[in-house]
């Protein structure tokens, strides 16, 4: 399905065809195009910091007994990244112009200290992986100078205080909440049972839904303490990138990124293994995740084969693998999988 009808007003799916409306430093900014971009970048280069959140000294939190401190190195910084890097789609045989590239905003892993980058540039940002008991230390830096505005992680399901909440709050920001370009933090969230799950994190800062749509957003999975983990796990995020965010006159329904099956992941298993599954809706839509041939149980021990999520919700599949072959899986809302939303997931006997 071609979705060039998709209007600028209207790639947010607001009633009217009303423009996305962004609140940034007290100042309303209508974002309906490239230039609306830009001006809420401005905005938010213009927040100041809160006086609330001035850096202070923070109690270092200690796992519960058994429980580590599990440390990672994460910055925020933009980079070009194609939507369509194979400039085709391999599901319907459809080519695509050369130009399928925007300016993204990543979380990206380093090396302890920050010392080089751990890997490449993804979206979304690294898993984060931890038990019960465990305290995940997150050493964040905003090492981008290009749009000069604070960003923060924000996450969801674990334990913190409020200087860890990540989240902009205007006067009642904390110190976690406002990192400016070449600024450094360190966030501490406490992994007690009530946070078994799989959970996002993303930019809370003064420009949050912005950002976040151009890739500042990320997976969290909490285990129980000693649970057998799964033979492959995957992370899939489920969300748009529209005209204003990528200056392509066409909406993109994005799987990590990218659209269009051979673009989007493909995702791999054998016969035997025990694979799990995380999908998210990572945008303001409500989308589905399923997977043909297969079905698997939900939290309520219902077999399920095209659970639904909305934003910032996820849900899980995983089941050990007993159907070989090349499977699509897709957002079974029509005209998203029709528009990228849609991937392969291949099984090896």
Known sequence: MDDRSTTRRSFFGLAGGAALLCTIGGEEVEVSNSKGLEKADAVAARVRRPRAAAARDVPQIQPAPGGVRREYWIQAETARWDITPIKRDEWHGRKFPNRNGYRAYVYRQMTPGFAAPAGGINIPGPTLRAEVGDVLVVHFRNADRKLRQAVTMHPHGVKYNPEYDGAYMGDFTRAGGFIAPGET?????????????????????????????????????????????????????????????????????????????????TLRSRVGQDVEINAFGMDSNFHTFHIHGHR??????????????????????????????????HCHVFTHQDTGMAGWYVVDP
């Open 185 to 265: 933090f360190t966030y501490q969230w406490e992994c007690t049972p009530d946070s078994v799950g799989v959970w996002p994190y993303h930019d809370h800062g003064p420009n949050h839904t912005l950002n976040t749509f151009r890739g500042l957003f990320g997976a969290l999975i909490v285990r129980p303490k000693g649970v057998k983990h799964p033979d492959v796990s995957y992370t899939v995020f489920a969300h748009q990138l529209p005209p204003p965010i990528t200056g392509i006159q066409r909406n993109f329904q994005c799987l990590n990124g990218r659209a269009y099956a051979g673009n989007t992941p």
């Open 296 to 329: 698997w149980k939900d939290p309520a021990g219902t077999y399920v084969d095209n659970p639904a999520m909305g934003p910032n919700e996820s849900v899980t599949a995983r089941f050990v693998e007993d159907n070989p072959g090349r499977w699509l899986y």
